[in-house]
């Protein structure tokens, strides 16, 4: 069983920068789809990013040009550099890990983005 664990999620201003990292275990995340969610406090958890396998991303409409995914497969992590963060980016942010009818997440880390 892969278990993902999340790190990097702060408090920063507006425009500002953070990195997110989630580390999996028990499993190569590149036999997985990787993705990050994020679910804002009275709201429906939401696709931010996804990775393929073969390396294909998406991103949500929202994040586009600010957010960057990518994996590092001998670390066994996948990243999203988050930059010009707004207000409306506050979130807690989840990672995901996709394969067949498998689905693995972990617990989430709090990004709050305010003056």
């Known amino acids: 069983q892969v278990q993902l664990v999340e790190s990097g999620g702060g408090l920063v201003q507006p425009g500002g920068s953070l990195r997110l990292s989630c580390s999996a275990s028990a499993g190569s995340i590149s036999n997985y789809r990787m993705a990050w969610y994020r679910q804002a406090p009275g709201k429906q958890r939401e696709l931010v990013a996804s990775?393929?396998?073969?390396?294909?991303?998406n991103y949500d409409e929202s994040v586009k040009g600010r957010f960057t995914i990518s994996r590092d497969s001998a670390k066994n992590t996948v990243y999203l550099q988050m930059n010009s963060l707004r207000p409306e980016d506050t979130a807690v942010y989840y990672c995901?890990?996709?394969?067949?009818?498998?689905?693995?997440w972990g617990q989430g880390t709090q990004v709050t983005v305010s003056s």
């Open positions: 990775i393929t396998t073969s390396r294909l991303i």
């Open positions: 995901k890990a996709d394969r067949l009818s498998l689905t693995y």
